[in-house]
C-alpha cells in the first residue's frame, strides 16, 4: 500500500520559514513527478510547485521566488522549502505523486500539514 507522510507544518510569523518534507512508502518515487498542493480555508485546493524526475522545479506564481521544491529519490522524499511566508500561505499543505491532475495522481495524496502564517 502506497503511502505519503507529510510533516514539518507549524505556526510562524510572517517573513518566517517552514521545511516540509513528504516521506513516501510502498513505491518508488524516481519514475514520478511530485508535488505540493495546498488548501487555504474555505478554497480549493491548488497547485503550488512540482518537481521532475531530473529534480527541475515550476512554480505557481504567487510563490516563485519564495519556496524551493527538491526530492531526494533515495529516501523517498520530497521537500518545500518555504521561505518570507505571508498571510496568504496559510494552508494545508499536501504531497501528491505522479503527473499533476492526471487520474493516477488522484490516487495519491497525503494526509496534510497545517501551515498558519500569522503576527
Known amino acids: 500500500q502506497v503511502q505519503l507522510v507529510e510533516s514539518g507544518g507549524g505556526s510562524v510569523q510572517p517573513g518566517g520559514s517552514l521545511r516540509l518534507s513528504c516521506v513516501v512508502s510502498g513505491s518508488i518515487i524516481s519514475i514520478f513527478p511530485m508535488s505540493w498542493y495546498r488548501q487555504p480555508p474555505g478554497n480549493q485546493r491548488e497547485l503550488v510547485a512540482t518537481?521532475?524526475?531530473?529534480?527541475?522545479?515550476n512554480y505557481a506564481d504567487f510563490v516563485k521566488g519564495r519556496f524551493t521544491i527538491s526530492r531526494d529519490d533515495d529516501k523517498k522524499t520530497i521537500y518545500l522549502q518555504m521561505n518570507d511566508l505571508k498571510p496568504g500561505d496559510t494552508a494545508a499543505y499536501y504531497c501528491n505523486m505522479g503527473n499533476p491532475g492526471s487520474p493516477f495522481a488522484h490516487h495519491y495524496w497525503g494526509q496534510g500539514t497545517q501551515v498558519t502564517v500569522s503576527s
Open positions: 518537481v521532475d524526475v531530473g529534480g527541475e522545479g
